[in-house]
């Protein structure tokens, strides 16, 4: 009968061939080789700390730290962050921070980067423009989004967006109820320009345009040029060589309630959008400033196409499109609530300017009060407009309907306006100022179609 183990004397007297000591060699290899398992799969050593400067300066030797917020005295911009011994990226301020002696800091980020990450106060007191800047181009080099908390951030210069980055808030707020805004951005404090800018250098290619959605933002209370967002600029170009400023593809502003000064002489435009291709504008509400939505040679451009925008108070158009050599075709201004410009005894053209190259205004409702005003739409040049279903309800001189409801300025190659009207309103006359039959010398005709304008509104046309 075999033994299973040897006599404790062989073991002791090192009988190192014999099957115990074969087996005590293995148990105590097996008894290393766990407490070795055991040893490795031990977590690193973790720490807090109170602050990100607290990060930078810890002397310990935690390899994962919590920091409970960016800076002193505030309870925002903390997170986890993991050592890096031998971490090589730039330090940015918002992800990557420098360790003591070497190696790096990185942050643990899970989805969008909330702008306090990156030093933003969020108090309404300190000027966070610079914090979001950064913040939006680090998301940008993450390829991620930025988020903006609960509550008001403070802004005194303009903040630079990036192509690509969707900027989102916790929501808007509305006329009247400003500072009660889930997410307020505050510009009051600025001497001029736009809240937001992304502007495509001259003889770049086109980039993906910055999106916006969630907020609230006031401008500052002076008439210096400026506004809520600006995509490209009216003097960057229009054409298709390197003298010019690129495409800026897919712009998008929803959810926004973009809040300006009101002054005979106020300079402010709500969103402005310049050599912009296949964007929507939606579901905003614009105040005051001199106009609320413009588009500069831009194509295929919707307002309202994703829900209707409330346009209110401005001083000059209500809304405004203007063709720059070839560009400005295809946009549309659909379902829109533009209302009550602000009266300041000015001479008002036109609650809605349209000088595109082709477009679509429809199914919008148009109403106001002021004396001076012309007409309700101005189509000025271009070669295809079609002015339907529109409700207009405006209101000039005397309480009497604006001497045109419509203005049209051609020759075109195809003009239609069709059941154009409201309910017991009387519309003045339209006036057309070209008669000709063609639209150019090469004998291109002119189209003009209308019918089932309210009262009054099928006159005046050729």
Same mark, same amino acid.
């Given at each position: 009968?075999?033994?299973?183990? @040897?006599?404790?004397?062989?073991?002791?007297?090192?009988?190192?061939?014999?099957?115990?000591?074969?087996?005590?060699?293995?148990?105590?290899?097996?008894?290393?080789?766990?407490?070795?398992?055991?040893?490795?799969?031990?977590?690193?050593?973790?720490?807090t700390v109170a602050t990100i400067d607290d990060l930078k300066s810890y002397p310990g030797?935690?390899?994962?730290?919590?920091?409970?917020?960016?800076?002193?005295?505030?309870?925002?911009?903390?997170?986890?962050?993991?050592?890096?011994?031998?971490?090589?990226?730039?330090?940015?301020?918002?992800?990557?921070?420098?360790?003591?002696?070497?190696?790096?800091?990185?942050?643990?980020?899970?989805?969008?980067?909330?702008?306090?990450?990156?030093g933003a106060y969020w108090d309404g007191v300190h000027d966070d423009a610079a914090a979001?800047?950064?913040?939006?181009? !680090?998301?940008?080099?993450?390829?991620?989004? !930025?988020?903006?908390?609960?509550?008001?951030?403070?802004?005194?210069?303009?903040?630079?967006?990036?192509?690509?980055?969707?900027?989102?808030?916790?929501?808007?707020?509305?006329?009247?109820?400003?500072?009660?805004?889930?997410?307020?951005?505050?510009?009051?404090?600025?001497?001029?320009?736009?809240?937001?800018?992304?502007?495509?250098?001259? %003889?770049?290619?086109?980039?993906?345009?910055?999106?916006?959605?969630?907020?609230?933002?006031?401008?500052?209370?002076?008439?210096?040029? %400026?506004?809520?967002?600006?995509?490209?600029?009216?003097?960057?170009?229009?054409?298709d060589d390197p003298t010019s400023q690129g495409y800026m593809m897919h712009p998008h502003?929803?959810?926004?309630?973009?809040?300006?000064?009101?002054?005979?002489?106020?300079?402010?435009? %709500?969103?402005?959008?310049?050599?912009?291709? *296949?964007?929507?504008?939606?579901?905003?509400?614009?105040?005051?400033?001199?106009?609320?939505?413009?588009?500069?040679?831009?194509?295929?451009?919707?307002?309202?196409?994703?829900?209707?925008?409330?346009?209110?108070? @401005?001083?000059?158009?209500?809304?405004?499109?203007? @063709?720059?050599?070839?560009?400005?075709?295809? *946009?549309?201004?659909?379902?829109?609530?533009?209302?009550?410009?602000?009266?300041?005894?000015?001479?008002?053209?036109?609650?809605?300017?349209?000088?595109?190259?082709?477009?679509?205004?429809?199914?919008?409702?148009?109403?106001?009060?002021?004396?001076?005003?012309?007409?309700?739409?101005?189509?000025?040049?271009?070669?295809?407009?079609?002015?339907?279903?529109?409700?207009?309800?405006? !209101?000039?001189?005397?309480?009497? @309907?604006?001497?045109?409801?419509?203005?049209?300025?051609?020759?075109?190659?195809?003009?239609?306006?069709?059941?154009?009207?409201?309910?017991?309103?009387?519309?003045?006359?339209?006036?057309?100022?070209?008669?000709?039959?063609?639209?150019?010398?090469?004998?291109?005709?002119?189209?003009?179609?209308?019918?089932?304008?309210?009262?009054?509104?099928?006159?005046?046309?050729?």
């Amino acid at each position: 009968m075999c033994r299973a183990f @040897a006599p404790e004397s062989s073991i002791i007297a090192g009988h190192v061939g014999s099957p115990g000591m074969r087996y005590f060699k293995f148990l105590v290899l097996g008894l290393l080789a766990l407490n070795f398992t055991q040893v490795s799969a031990q977590p690193p050593p973790v720490g807090t700390v109170a602050t990100i400067d607290d990060l930078k300066s810890y002397p310990g030797r935690a390899q994962v730290i919590t920091v409970l917020s960016y800076r002193a005295g505030t309870t925002r911009g903390g997170g986890t962050f993991i050592f890096e011994p031998s971490g090589h990226s730039k330090p940015d301020n918002c992800t990557v921070f420098p360790a003591k002696s070497a190696g790096q800091w990185l942050r643990r980020t899970d989805g969008s980067l909330d702008v306090s990450m990156c030093g933003a106060y969020w108090d309404g007191v300190h000027d966070d423009a610079a914090a979001i800047s950064n913040a939006i181009t !680090v998301a940008k080099n993450l390829r991620t989004s !930025v988020t903006f908390p609960g509550g008001v951030g403070k802004v005194c210069s303009t903040i630079k967006s990036a192509p690509g980055v969707i900027i989102k808030g916790q929501g808007m707020g509305t006329a009247g109820a400003l500072t009660d805004s889930p997410t307020l951005i505050d510009g009051s404090c600025m001497i001029s320009g736009w809240v937001f800018e992304l502007v495509n250098p001259k %003889g770049a290619q086109q980039v993906e345009a910055p999106k916006y959605y969630d907020m609230s933002i006031r401008t500052a209370a002076n008439n210096a040029p %400026g506004g809520c967002i600006r995509w490209n600029t009216v003097s960057g170009g229009f054409t298709d060589d390197p003298t010019s400023q690129g495409y800026m593809m897919h712009p998008h502003a929803e959810r926004i309630y973009c809040e300006m000064y009101s002054s005979k002489e106020v300079q402010q435009i %709500g969103f402005e959008c310049s050599k912009c291709f *296949d964007g929507d504008i939606s579901q905003n509400n614009v105040m005051f400033g001199r106009t609320g939505i413009s588009l500069h040679g831009s194509d295929v451009m919707c307002l309202g196409c994703a829900g209707p925008n409330r346009v209110q108070g @401005a001083s000059d158009n209500l809304v405004r499109l203007a @063709a720059h050599g070839t560009f400005g075709n295809m *946009d549309r201004i659909v379902g829109n609530e533009l209302l009550y410009p602000s009266e300041y005894g000015q001479r008002y053209d036109t609650y809605v300017y349209d000088g595109s190259r082709s477009s679509t205004i429809e199914a919008n409702h148009i109403e106001g009060v002021i004396k001076g005003a012309q007409s309700a739409i101005h189509v000025y040049g271009g070669f295809s407009h079609a002015v339907a279903n529109n409700d207009i309800d405006v !209101v000039g001189t005397n309480g009497k @309907a604006v001497a045109h409801w419509l203005i049209a300025d051609g020759p075109f190659v195809n003009f239609r306006a069709v059941n154009n009207g409201c309910g017991g309103c009387i519309l003045g006359p339209a006036l057309f100022s070209s008669r000709a039959k063609n639209y150019n010398d090469g004998g291109v005709p002119q189209i003009v179609t209308h019918s089932g304008n309210a009262a009054n509104g099928d006159v005046g046309f050729p």
